[in-house]
């Protein structure tokens, strides 16, 4: 199937059919996807907060009403615990399962947050000539957790966790200058080469994703990641958390370009 152009409403639907289950990244050209992190209510303040203390790794794109799996501002008529490849499934910080469907631990007070996701700027960089290595190479992007300490909220704090794009010199300011158009998908890098000063010790080893190769003189180029969230609430320890699975999306209604400054 040509998942690149398919609409976000179409990839959904093949989603929650189980008839796709793979990352999402190069689907639906232009559209917008977002991570996701679903809380107890107790929790969703702090989480709030969090997110406002930390817009590069957590760019809220909507919240969703107590209980509800509906989100009316970036994809209307998608159920949430339904329409992602696949999620992760976290009691009291320890991750217990993968799943493809999270209707059967939904609950009548988890709260979602939907997160933008640098996926979204993919597709900018491609329409620009700028190198996307693991759409390339058929892969998911790789993912680090850093030494870079995020602003604490409440019950919440931890390490960022960065994506990783290597990129010939000559298309580094290229990359910073669309990404930083766009601050509700990440925005601009947080870091640009030698991975040891954020804490990566062996850039072939990716905490989450996949290795992508790196050619000679290529420089690394690491932005905030919405799988954040995933490294601070295991840090909470609540009761019960709902993510995606790092690389797996949710795709959206919304255009990237209304993303833009």
Known sequence: MDYVHMSPREARRLIREGAYTDQTSGMCAGYAQANLAVLPAEYAYDFLLF???????????????????????????????????????????????????MSAFWQ?????????????????????????????????????????DCVPAGVFHGKMVVSMRPLPPEQVIKAVTITASMPRVHGAPVHIGDP??????????PD????????????????????????????????????HAPGHMLITDIKNTALKN
């Not at 040891?196 to 080893?205: L, Y």
């Not at 990641?225 to 609430?233: D, N």
Request: charged share 25%.
């Open 208 to 243: 989450f994703g996949d290795r992508v190769t790196i050619r000679a003189g290529e420089i690394p180029v690491f932005w905030a990641c919405g799988v954040t969230p995933q490294s601070v609430i295991m840090t909470a320890k609540p009761r019960i958390a709902i993510t």
């Open 51 to 101: 997110t406002q203390r930390n817009p590069k790794s957590c760019p809220v794109l909507e919240v969703s009403d107590r209980g509800s799996r509906q989100l009316p501002l970036i994809a209307p008529g998608a159920d949430i615990a339904r329409d992602i490849p696949k999620y992760r499934l976290y009691r009291e910080g320890v991750l217990e399962e993968e799943n493809t469907d």
């Open 196 to 205: 040891a000063f954020i804490g990566i010790r062996d850039i072939d080893k």
């Open 108 to 148: 009548d007070d988890l709260v979602s947050f939907l997160i933008g996701c640098s996926f979204s700027f993919e597709s900018e960089l491609l329409a620009a000539d700028v190198s996307v290595r693991h759409i390339e190479e058929n892969r998911n992007v790789p993912m680090y957790i850093t030494n870079i």
